[in-house]
Nanobody, 129 residues
Framework: QVQLVESGGGLVQPGGSLRLSCTASGFFFDPYAIGWFRQATGKEREGVACISRSATTTLYVDSVKGRFTVSRDEAKNTVYLQMNSLKPEDTAVYYC??????????????????????WGQGTQVTVSS
């Protein structure tokens, strides 16, 4: 059974940092692109970042560029989202997702969540003083 589990969320003050982890069970991340998404209360889910299966491509939504970094550790079968300089507007439930279609090794996209077909349960990130 394919399962994704996010962890690392919590309450942090503005300007603080968190590192989210996404760990897979039942399959290996190696062949797939991974995306991070978030959904704030009352808002639609939006793509935040993605990383290609080769890790040669990482993409970010404009609002997090320069602050967030996505990475993957194949040995641990885990993908990370390092979030620095957090702002109150980053408050949301964060989800990782897997695109299980085999694509070019340097491809990823977060523009459409329709490309992603396995999702974690989400982890809450709250940025507040």
């Amino acid at each position: 059974q394919v399962q994704l589990v996010e962890s690392g969320g919590g309450l942090v003050q503005p300007g603080g940092s968190l590192r989210l982890s996404c760990t897979a069970s039942g399959f290996f991340f190696d062949p797939y692109a991974i995306g991070w998404f978030r959904q704030a209360t009352g808002k639609e889910r939006e793509g935040v970042a993605c990383i290609s299966r080769s890790a040669t491509t990482t993409l970010y939504v404009d609002s997090v560029k320069g602050r967030f970094t996505v990475s993957r550790d194949e040995a641990k079968n885990t993908v990370y989202l390092q979030m620095n300089s957090l702002k109150p507007e980053d408050t949301a439930v964060y989800y990782c997702a897997v695109d299980t279609t085999i694509r070019s090794s340097n491809y990823c996209s977060f523009r459409s969540d329709d490309e992603y077909d396995a999702w974690g349960q989400g982890t809450q990130v709250t940025v507040s003083s």
